[in-house]
């Protein structure tokens, strides 16, 4: 249901982004650049005039680029620095339209509108993408959610409604990072090695499955000596999970630990090659990791207490159904010292007293049918 609602908004926060471009592209005079600009004529009728009107200013500065490649190919050398699968989504998009929409619109006016509309749905999803991967890598609803919505008002946010390659970027690396987190390799690797062919930068994301490669390693070469160590977790056949680290905050979530390798390379790497106008659009679309520090600051204060608090609920829960196997006095006793300890701490949230409650009548029901 969030990952429903997240989409809708995001879509709304785009609708938004193209109104505030008709607007100022009309208010704010155009900057006259020295740029590459297309060579072809907007075409004339009623439709090419409402699109060139509602659209041209996502058509500005590098949008040229990929709006030539996508009609015309690589024609001029400068056109190599983009990568081709933005273009050759916009130019099956724009067939695509021009087919079952057949109003007469020229080329260039047919590609805006495709790279629009495509620009729009992919964004959505990369905040979907987003929520997914947050939440595995945090095991919190409220922390993926407020990282999704702070994505919808990032600062390079107009360049993922413009013709632009960011948010088809975003999307593949948020994706391949979700699947590397649930383990899914193969998946993982095609999701990433889609988004270097979308932008150079992607290239950088090999990192992750770098950093992964290594255990391998350790475990060939290392079985033995960790077999003695570990003889608990491999009786399990490293299935047995450790839960106990914490999950709660971004800076002490071992999880994040390359995913901050990644942004501090790409960070040096804008630092030595990339303009400055330039990497405020390339760290918003590469990283999910801007967006989780910034829900760590703009969270309230007793978030990561209220989930470190809830896992000490059920450790203590777990403890004491080990050693009480009557049901009945477990159920009572865990009901006082739950109001207890929120009595302390002087909690009065209710979605605390909701979460605990909740996992309270779990674990009495749990204890019931051991007993049966």
């Known amino acids: 249901m969030s990952a429903i609602r997240l989409f809708k908004f995001s879509l709304f926060i785009r609708l ?75 130019r099956n998009s724009c067939t695509i339209l021009s087919i079952i929409f057949p109003f007469g619109l020229s080329p260039l006016n047919c590609a805006l509108l495709s790279g629009v509309l495509l620009n729009l749905f992919l964004t959505s999803l990369t905040t979907v993408a987003l929520y997914k991967l947050t939440q595995n890598v945090f095991h919190s609803e409220i922390f993926a959610f407020t990282s999704a919505l702070l994505f919808c008002f990032n600062p390079a946010s107009i360049f993922f409604s413009a013709l632009y390659s960011e948010s088809l970027f975003s999307l593949l690396t948020f994706c391949g990072l979700w699947a590397l987190e649930k383990n899914l390799f193969f998946i993982s690797l095609s999701g990433l090695a889609l988004s270097a062919s979308v932008r150079s930068n992607g290239i950088l994301s090999a990192g992750f499955l770098i950093y992964s490669a290594p255990i391998i390693i350790i475990i060939l070469v290392s079985c033995i000596k960790y077999f003695i160590k570990h003889r608990r977790e491999l009786w399990f056949l490293g299935l047995f999970e450790n839960k106990m680290y914490d999950t709660s905050d971004v800076f002490s979530n071992i999880k994040c630990f390359p995913y901050f390798l990644h942004i501090f390379f790409a960070t040096i790497f804008c630092i030595l090659f990339i303009h400055i106008q330039v990497v405020t659009r390339m760290l918003c679309s590469s990283s999910p990791i801007l967006y989780w520090v910034a829900t760590t600051a703009i969270l309230p204060g007793n978030e990561p207490l209220k989930s470190k608090m809830l896992k000490s609920f059920k450790l203590e829960v777990l403890n004491y159904l080990s050693h009480h196997p009557d049901f009945a006095s477990t159920h009572f006793c865990l009901f006082l010292y739950m109001k207890k300890h929120l009595a302390v701490q002087k909690f009065h949230d209710d979605d605390i007293n909701t979460e605990v409650e909740t996992w309270h009548l779990v674990s009495f029901y749990g204890c019931g049918v051991q007993k049966l």
């Not at 680029?65 to 050759?88: D, K, Q, R």
């Open 16 to 90: 938004f982004v193209i109104l505030l471009q008709v607007i100022f592209n009309r208010c704010v005079p155009d900057h006259n650049a020295d740029a590459f600009r297309l060579p072809y004529e907007k075409g004339v009728g009623a439709a090419n005039s409402v699109i060139s009107y509602l659209f041209e200013g996502f058509g500005r500065w590098d949008a040229q680029y990929f709006l030539h490649i996508s009609l015309y190919g690589y024609t001029h050398e400068n056109t190599l620095a983009f990568f081709p699968l933005f273009p050759v989504l916009l």
